[in-house]
């Protein structure tokens, strides 16, 4: 994916995740009012019935803070009080990961315990409740806008998408497919709170997009085996090169596994099986060869910082950046800089 994301390990096994730009946030909820919280929460999600389940909450201190992004929104919740949300039918894909506490929750006949190891994934034209919500659970929740999530699988198929996806409710975020979903939210995350990058959009909308590919591509859903399908012919060699020869023009590009089986007019695993064939790497690992190949070009020539360069070419972990670096070239960006400045000076 487009960015280098960081996970951050736990005791649990779970990656922590990053999300000090919305502790650092005011609380939405100004006053101790129960109706001021359902108001908040709909506001920034969906008209919904929610309701205390407690008459005299011992302490309530609720908390909403919420960012709204390209295609998503994103929101950090705790009731303070045990709560019910009943939403009914939901117009967007929706993701829940509880960071502390747990959340039954619902979606058309399937129902589940969210915990900090298990995430919920809602789907369009389900029925959704969240029965008990626990007074100190809290949860980001996230809005996914439908049509961009639906336009990301046709990329992924190579065909447009007729129905909406239902998803499996219950979600893993320990391990496998799950905790590297986990690393893609927690690089979105920390993008929130960078001010000051004139990139920062531009970046911030490819991890947005790197967060719905990577949910279709990780959890159970009614396309899957689709998507997983072998290629029933193999990719013409023409289709192939169109890709090559667009990532090898533009290496700076945001692309997606999307992008690139668009570009090349068929399914995403076509395209896995073709560079696996030719190049013994996947697509993506592919652009990233590219991308440092032209980082070490610029950082040869002295063309300007380490961090620079990195973030130029898409690489916004630096010490990722660096072991990348290091592992196909044999030794670490600053070194090839710094011999590129000590010609100069000669």
């Not at 303070?80 to 829940?96: F, I």
Request: one cysteine or more; aromatic letters at 8%.
């Amino acid at each position: 994916m487009y960015g280098e994301a960081q996970a951050w390990p736990s005791s649990s096994g779970v990656p922590d995740l990053p999300y000090e730009a919305f502790l650092d946030a005011p609380n939405e909820v100004t006053a101790p009012e129960f109706g001021l919280f359902r108001d908040t929460l709909n506001r920034h999600f969906y008209p919904a019935r929610i309701e205390a389940l407690e008459r005299r909450p011992a302490s309530w201190r609720p908390r909403i803070s919420a960012v709204h992004l390209a295609l998503t929104t994103i929101g950090y919740v705790q009731p303070g009080t045990t709560a019910s949300v009943d939403p009914g039918e939901l117009p967007a894909y929706h993701v829940n990961v509880v960071l502390t506490g747990k959340v039954v929750s619902r979606c058309g006949d399937q129902e589940t315990l969210a915990s900090p190891r298990m995430a919920t994934v809602f789907s369009p034209g389900r029925p959704t409740t969240l029965p008990r919500w626990e007074a100190d659970a809290t949860q980001l929740s996230i809005k996914i806008t439908r049509n961009r999530a639906e336009e990301e699988l046709s990329a992924l198929l190579g065909r447009p998408v007729v129905k909406p996806i239902d998803l499996h409710l219950a979600f893993p975020v320990d391990d496998g497919p799950g905790r590297r979903w986990m690393s893609i939210l927690s690089a979105l995350l920390q993008s929130v709170n960078v001010p000051g990058d004139p990139l920062h959009g531009h970046h911030q909308e490819l991890l947005e997009r790197s967060l719905v590919t990577g949910l279709l591509l990780s959890q159970r859903h009614s396309y899957t085996e689709q998507l997983l399908a072998h290629p029933h012919r193999p990719m013409p060699r023409g289709a192939l090169d169109r890709v090559v020869e667009e990532i090898e023009r533009a290496p700076d590009r945001p692309y997606t596994v999307g992008d690139l089986a668009q570009l090349s007019g068929m399914s995403a695993r076509s395209l896995q099986y073709a560079f696996r064939e030719r190049y013994q790497i996947s697509p993506m690992q592919f652009v990233r060869q590219v991308r440092l190949d032209r980082a070490h070009d610029d950082l040869a020539q002295g063309a300007g910082s380490v961090a620079d360069i990195a973030a130029h070419w898409g690489f916004t972990n630096p010490s990722r950046f660096a072991r990348a670096y290091r592992d196909r070239f044999g030794e670490f960006p600053a070194t090839t800089l710094s011999t590129a400045r000590d010609r100069e000076r000669r």
